[in-house]
Nanobody
Framework: QVQLVESGGGLVQPGGSLRLSCAAS????????MGWYRQAPGKQREWVAN???????NMAESVKGRFTISIDNAKATVHLEMNSLKPEDTAVYYC?????????????????WGQGTQVTVSS
């Protein structure tokens, strides 16, 4: 079982910045990619960004140019730097990791989730 521990949420004014971090309790060698989703009140969870251990990045159009995702392979930790925050960025942000698991002769990819961290953008 892989644990994802998130940190860094909080309350910030519009135009402000926050940095989210998520540490995985497994070696980076078994992680295919890590990333972030968010869920605003009354809305479905939406994908924000992800990054592979090799550094390949994908980001949602709504956050391009404002958010930056990075990964510390030595610590199996992903960071989400959020700048120019808007009220519509308010949501619970969830860390996600796709992890390769081998049990006997069976290999599969499993998704793991963090507990979520609240980000509120308000004046």
């Amino acid at each position: 079982q892989v644990q994802l521990v998130e940190s860094g949420g909080g309350l910030v004014q519009p135009g402000g910045s926050l940095r989210l971090s998520c540490a995985a309790s497994t070696s980076i060698l078994s992680i295919l990619h890590m990333g972030w989703y968010r869920q605003a009140p009354g809305k479905q969870r939406e994908w924000v960004a992800n990054i592979t251990s090799g550094g390949t990045i994908n980001m949602a159009e709504s956050v391009k140019g404002r958010f930056t995702i990075s990964i510390d392979n030595a610590k199996a930790t992903v960071h989400l730097e959020m700048n120019s925050l808007k009220p519509e960025d308010t949501a619970v942000y969830y860390c996600n990791a796709a992890v390769g698991v081998v049990e006997g002769f069976v290999a599969e990819v499993r998704d793991y989730w963090g507990q979520g961290t609240q980000v509120t953008v308000s004046s």
